[in-house]
């Protein structure tokens, strides 16, 4: 731990990534405490009203506050990017384990259908699955599962090669230890590094993901709403109020780059080698 926050003083852009995200955490959590109006409060009194004291960043064409509705649209866009995070790196790492210490045969088959799943376009595959099940949160968390673990399984897979070759991996397999004892005992400790940097890492490429999809009109439905649908919203009126997309594109800035500087940091301080997770 006092390694760990040496280098953090020395690490001025981890200290501003941390703070950033800690900030947009507690403001999600918060969201009613935060937001001075309600998420779909309208008076139709200032409809498209500029940035002012009264309105932080404005309202929209139904005078609903924009500040509001970004708090609590970080609520969707978090929730986005830690659980289909969470879900992929579960199964990308378990996958990339039992692939990289398996036989020929079963290590094929399980990298023949990661291939699979990182050659099959994203967005492609997002608008089949909303096709095929309707728009909305169910249908968004599928697109970002369903082949979401592959880049992880690759990266954890090759590192799992090199490790099963150390001698230690040949005294535990002569002592009779099992597949899933060797996996979780000797393995896991030793890419959990390279695991929490690719879970950090995942979290801004979910959330830009989301954005995405509600940009295009497949993600989050009213009443739910998120920033990517904010800033789609606000495309009808982005030369007479950009401020409807400015100010929630912002916040997926701030949020996207604030996780990746922090898994660059991590990197760093770990000894990873970022071509190695890319």
């Known amino acids: 731990m006092k390694r760990f926050l040496k280098f953090t003083k ?6 501003i990534s941390v703070t950033i995200i800690t900030i947009l955490i507690i ?17 139709f009194s200032a409809p498209l009203a500029p940035p002012s004291k009264k309105y932080l960043l404005g309202t929209d064409e139904l005078s609903r506050d924009i500040f509001s509705r970004i708090v609590y649209g970080l609520r969707m866009s978090l929730f986005i990017g830690f ?18 210490s398996s036989n020929k045969y079963l290590d094929s088959i399980l990298m023949r259908i ?27 968390m599928l697109a970002l599962v369903i082949f979401g673990w592959t880049p992880s399984a690759r990266i954890i897979r090759s590192q799992t090669k090199q490790i099963v070759n150390l001698p230690y ?9 099992s597949k899933f004892g060797m996996i979780f005992t000797h393995i896991l400790p030793n890419v959990k590094h390279t695991v929490l940097v690719l879970y950090t ?7 830009l993901a ?15 709403t998120s920033l990517g649908l904010m800033v789609s919203k606000g495309r009808s009126f982005l030369f007479d109020a950009p401020w409807i997309s400015i100010a929630p594109g912002v ?13 660059d940091e991590l990197s760093v301080y770990f000894g990873i080698d970022r071509k190695e997770i890319k």
């Not at 403001?27 to 008076?43: G, I, K, N, Q, R």
């Open 10 to 15: 020395r690490r001025p852009i981890m200290i």
């Open 210 to 224: 989301e954005a995405g999809i509600s940009f295009l009109g497949f993600g989050a439905q009213a009443p739910l």
């Open 27 to 43: 403001m999600a959590v918060f969201a009613p405490l935060v937001a001075p109006y309600e998420v779909d409060e309208t008076s």
């Open 169 to 177: 991996i040949d005294a535990a397999k002569a002592s009779g230890i």
């Open 251 to 263: 916040f997926i800035l701030l949020l996207s780059l604030s996780f990746n500087f922090l898994g």
């Open 83 to 100: 659980v289909p995070t969470t879900i992929n790196i579960v199964i990308g790492s378990f996958v990339g384990m039992l692939a990289g």
């Open 201 to 207: 890492m995942g979290i801004p490429s979910a959330i």
């Open 114 to 140: 990661v291939d699979i799943g990182l050659s099959y376009p994203f967005m492609i595959l997002a608008m089949a699955i909303v096709y095929n099940m309707g728009s909305g949160l169910g249908s968004m």
